[in-house]
Structures are given as structure tokens and as C-alpha cells.
């Protein structure tokens, strides 16, 4: 692939030295595997709004509605293969000890392709939870599609919500516990994120802060404030990178 080269062999040159890296990425990572991204071109948020959809008071208003939403994607998702991306972030945290990967994805991709020290901020959409937290343990469903009505709690009977962190609502303390540790790095990778929801974006200001470099994968520019950017899809510039770390 044709990265510019004085970034991309900057970059290298900064991998090959890190004994800690961390990979921070957003929904660009999974493009290429043919799941929708959030915001751009084709964005999930340009044809449906978040707060119909994605928060407790949607939920709360209307839960049918909301588990179409998801039954919809949960489809979509399952049809999907980890890309290229997914694959070199997959072996590197199993082959670099100090690497790891801390993504806002709920797809699994990154899973599915056998990723080790993964933190998801934002949950699962192959998890299910007690809407009225009754104290039962996050489950794994992965039925597609699901029952048409909203399926219930196993401890309970009550509702059942997706296991995802919504918008207005705290990311669960130790993934954020276990995302800020990742910032203790030399390099942080910011890949396929448009690095405009919080506390996600805020990561690459505390990893700055440690000392890292910020290096950003990503076709369009955004506020991540990179120190090197690769402007290429992340399929293309890991897997170029990859040829060259090994
Ligand atoms: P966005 O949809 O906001 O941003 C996707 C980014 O991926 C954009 O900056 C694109 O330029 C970039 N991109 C597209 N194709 C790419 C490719 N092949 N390689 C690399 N980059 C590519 O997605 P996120 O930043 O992940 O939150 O969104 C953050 C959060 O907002 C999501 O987790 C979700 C959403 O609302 C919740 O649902 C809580």
C-alpha cells in the first residue's frame, strides 16, 4: 500500500522500539468487515438518532423499539468476518507481550479474531443485562435473530436490555480502570475513531501525558491531535505495518 513514507516508517520505527503499545480504536476498525460506523458516510447516526435509540430514556419510552434496533444490528454484525485490521491487532496482542487493545466497539470482531488484553468501554451487543438491575450477571446471547419481543431477564423475568454502555450512562469502573492503565504506554495507536465521544477521546490526552506517542490510523483527519498520522484505512496500514514488525 502506498502510506507516505516518511510517517509510516517513523511509525515503525516507533513500534519496533515500544515495549508498550496500546491500540485505541472506534468502528472504523470494523469498515472493512462491512459493519456500519457511527458518524461519515453511510453512518448509523446520519439515518437513525442516538436518542431514539441509544439511551435509558429511549429504552424506557419504548424497548421494542430499541430491541428492533439492535435485533437489526445484531444481523448485521453476525454476517461480518474480522478484517485484516482485526487480525494484525489480534496477533500482535498475542505475540508482543505490553500490547493491548482498549476498543469503544460493541461488534465482538475484535474478539472473534482472538484479541487477548482487550478492555470494550462501551460493552457488548452480544450481551444481555437486567434493565432493572436485579443483581443478575451480564449473559451472553448470540441468537439472530432474537424473539421479536424484548427478551426477558433469566433471574427475574423482567425486561432484558442490551449489555452496552448508552449515551448519558458511566462506562463500568473497571474497564475505564483497566483503559487508563493502557495509557501507561510509548505508543498509542488511535484507529478508526473519530475521537469525539468522551471518556473514550480523553484517553489519548492521558496516554500523552504518560509520555506516549500518539499515532492515528485514520483516512480523515479528527481532534485526536496525533503526532504522526497514517491517512489510510486501518485494513491496509496494519497490514503494511505488520509486513514490516512481523
Ligand atoms: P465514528 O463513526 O464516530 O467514527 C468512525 C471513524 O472511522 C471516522 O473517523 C472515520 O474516518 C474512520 N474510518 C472509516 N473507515 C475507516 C477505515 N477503513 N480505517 C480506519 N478508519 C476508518 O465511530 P467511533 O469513533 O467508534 O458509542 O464512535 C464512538 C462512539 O460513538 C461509538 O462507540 C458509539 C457511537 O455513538 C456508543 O454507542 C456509546
Known sequence: ????????????????????????TGAGV??????????????????????????????ARDPALVWEWYNWRRGL???CQPNRAHEVLAAWSRERPGFSVVTQNVDGLHERA???NLTRLHGSIWML????????????????PLD????????C????????????????????A??????????????????????????????????????EINPEFTPAGADIGLRAPAELALDALARRVG
Open 1 to 24: 500500500m502506498s502510506v507516505p513514507s516518511k510517517e509510516f516508517d517513523e511509525v515503525l520505527r516507533r513500534l519496533s522500539a515500544a515495549s508498550r503499545v496500546t491500540a485505541l
Open 30 to 59: 470494523s469498515a472493512a468487515s462491512g459493519v456500519p460506523t457511527f458518524r461519515g458516510a453511510g453512518g448509523l447516526w446520519r439515518e437513525f438518532r442516538a436518542e431514539d435509540l441509544a439511551t435509558p430514556r429511549a429504552f
Open 77 to 79: 454484525i453476525a454476517a
Open 114 to 116: 482472538g484479541t487477548v
Open 129 to 144: 443485562q437486567c434493565w432493572s438491575e436485579c443483581g443478575a450477571a451480564p449473559w451472553e446471547d448470540r441468537r439472530t
Open 148 to 155: 421479536p419481543r424484548p427478551p426477558r431477564c433469566r433471574a
Open 157 to 176: 423475568g423482567g425486561l432484558a436490555r442490551p449489555g452496552v454502555v448508552w449515551f448519558g450512562e458511566n462506562l463500568n469502573p473497571s474497564d475505564l
Open 178 to 215: 483497566a483503559a487508563d492503565a493502557a495509557c501507561a504506554c510509548a505508543v498509542m495507536l488511535v484507529i478508526g475513531t473519530s475521537s469525539i465521544v468522551y471518556p473514550a477521546a480523553g484517553l489519548t490526552d492521558i496516554a500523552r501525558s504518560r509520555g506516549a506517542v500518539i499515532v
